[in-house]
């Protein structure tokens, strides 16, 4: 089945920098990739997603890049703010569409 | 729109026991997810339904898990004979179902700690 490394598992910027996480997938088949935000003590929302059509999206401050050669996706969020601490779970469809593998998260820290 | 509802929020089980989690999801959702989160494993697929099917329980531990959606309004995760390795928060989660790779919309959770 499909497995997802997340190679950071914690990062730390400066207010206004830009962070960026990694990821990478093994199955070929994967063609969705989404990624989640859990802020403390609350559960996983929605923040952008990729598909494998297209190798770079954006919305607002979020910017995703998808690399199928690779195998690597990763999450570039731009002029943090403090509230963009959280931790970060990548994810991949594997070859069902439907049955998400995550990654095991980074933790952001977005200091003032 | 209430989001994903999960009961009870806290679940604490002596080894042995029996534990049913609820998950009432998004109404007008047609797929129904159920997620296991650990500090070690991370967030680990157990079981999904579509318009109340269940279609894939390959994650499920499959002699102590049972889930089940009875109607479209609630679905439940059922684990028998607790054991410690069970603690976890159980994580359900909505989509609209359409067939494709859908933004899904999860609950709270409910934490389970196996004493």
């Known amino acids: 089945g499909e497995k997802v490394e997340q190679h950071e598992s914690t990062l730390s910027v400066r207010e206004g920098d830009s962070a960026v996480i990694n990821c990478t997938y093994t199955?070929?088949?994967?063609?969705?990739f989404p990624w989640y935000k859990q802020e403390a003590g609350k559960s996983l929302h929605f923040v952008i997603d990729?598909?494998?059509?297209?190798d770079r999206k954006q919305s607002q401050r979020l910017i995703v890049l998808l690399d199928k050669k690779a195998k690597r996706f990763s999450l570039h969020i731009t002029a943090t703010q403090p509230e963009d601490s959280a931790i970060y779970f990548c994810?991949?469809?594997?070859?069902?569409?439907?049955?998400?593998?995550f990654g095991k998260g980074t933790l952001l820290t977005v200091t003032p | 729109n209430a989001g994903v509802i999960q009961t009870p929020r806290h679940k604490v089980t002596g080894k042995g026991q029996e534990a049913t989690l609820w998950c009432e999801p998004i109404?007008?959702?047609?797929?129904v997810f159920w997620y296991r989160q650990t500090i070690v494993q991370g967030l680990e697929f157990l079981t999904y339904?579509?318009?109340?099917?269940?279609?894939?329980d390959s994650g499920m531990p499959k002699e102590r898990f049972s889930a089940q959606m009875p109607n479209q309004s609630h679905s439940t995760l059922k684990i028998q004979s607790t054991q410690p390795q069970d603690s976890a928060v159980y994580l359900c989660?909505?989509?609209?179902?359409?067939?494709?790779?859908?933004?899904?919309?999860f609950g709270s959770g409910t934490r389970l700690t196996v004493l």
């Open positions: 199955d070929t088949a994967s063609s969705y």
């Open positions: 990729i598909r494998s059509n297209v």
């Open positions: 339904f579509r318009n109340q099917a269940p279609i894939d």
């Open positions: 109404s007008g959702h047609s797929a």
């Open positions: 989660a909505s989509s609209m179902g359409l067939g494709g790779a859908e933004t899904l919309y």
């Open positions: 994810a991949a469809s594997g070859g069902s569409n439907y049955k998400l593998t």
